[in-house]
C-alpha cells in the first residue's frame, strides 16, 4: 500500500481537475490524437504488451482531458480502458468542472491510503 502516491493518488487530490480553464484548440488537439492514436498504441505496446482489445481496440482515455489542456500524445496521460468505462468517464468527467458538482466537495474520512 505504500505506491499510492507514485501511482497518481496524491497527484489526483492535489492537482484537481477543476481549477483548468477550456483550451481555444480543442479541434486541434482530437486532430493531433486521432493522428497519432495508432503509432502511439505501437509504442505504448512495446512497453506495456499489446494495446488491449475487447474485439475493437479499447479506447484510449485521457486523464488530464484534452478539453482542459491535457496533451494529445503524452504517455503518462493515456490510459486504456474498456469501451463501457470511457463512456462513464466522460459522461462523469463534466461533473468535475461543474459549479458545485459532486466532484469539487471533500470525500469520505479515508478517501486514500498513501
Known amino acids: 500500500m505504500g505506491f499510492a502516491a507514485a501511482a497518481g493518488g496524491?497527484?489526483?487530490i492535489t492537482h484537481c481537475c477543476c481549477d483548468y480553464p477550456k483550451v481555444t484548440d480543442l479541434e486541434r488537439r482530437r486532430k493531433t490524437w486521432d493522428r497519432a492514436?495508432?503509432?502511439f498504441r505501437e509504442e505504448w505496446g512495446e512497453e506495456f504488451g499489446a494495446w488491449p482489445r475487447?474485439?475493437?481496440?479499447?479506447?484510449?482515455?485521457?486523464i488530464f482531458d484534452l478539453a482542459h489542456g491535457g496533451e494529445p500524445t503524452a504517455p503518462a496521460n493515456v490510459l486504456p480502458v474498456?469501451?463501457?468505462?470511457?463512456?462513464?468517464?466522460n459522461t462523469e468527467y463534466p461533473a468535475c468542472y461543474a459549479?458545485?458538482?459532486r466532484w469539487r466537495s471533500v470525500g469520505p474520512d479515508?478517501?486514500?491510503v498513501d
Open 10 to 12: 496524491r497527484a489526483a
Open 37 to 39: 492514436r495508432k503509432s
Open 54 to 62: 475487447s474485439g475493437d481496440a479499447w479506447p484510449g482515455h485521457h
Open 82 to 89: 474498456p469501451r463501457d468505462v470511457h463512456d462513464v468517464f
Open 99 to 101: 459549479p458545485g458538482g
Open 110 to 112: 479515508h478517501p486514500y
